[in-house]
């Protein structure tokens, strides 16, 4: 019953912005760790960002000082938000939501961020 819907990918410049947005619906019973993850093309998927139930952030050095994660835990939300977007940074981004009772990870389908050379 659990839904976890990512919006916000599009086509950017270099040097653009963009901010992912991550909304959980459902019977969710606790919610741990929220985070993004993404996969270029080509390769496997990685981890961006990560935000735990107590705010605590950590982010892959290839995005650290250009992305911040953030999240909003009377809406079950989370959000990525992209600066200074580069053409590495063309991936499909995923967002994943722990439950942190279950320790069961729920998964968004994807949104798509292309930055342009």
């Known amino acids: 019953q659990v839904r976890v819907v990512e919006s916000g990918g599009d086509l950017v410049q270099i040097g653009g912005s963009l901010r992912l947005s991550c909304a959980a619906s459902g019977s969710l019973f606790s919610i741990g760790d929220m985070g993004w993850h993404r996969q270029p093309p080509g390769k496997q998927r990685e981890s961006v960002a990560n935000?735990?139930?107590?705010?605590?952030?950590t982010y892959a050095d290839s995005v650290k000082g250009r992305f911040t994660i953030s999240r909003d835990n009377a809406k079950n939300m989370v959000y990525l938000q992209m600066n200074s977007l580069k053409p590495e940074d063309t991936a499909v981004y995923y967002c994943v939501i722990e439950d942190g009772l279950l320790l069961y990870d729920y998964w968004g389908q994807g949104t798509q961020v292309t930055v342009s050379a």
């Open positions: 935000i735990t139930a107590t705010g605590i952030t």
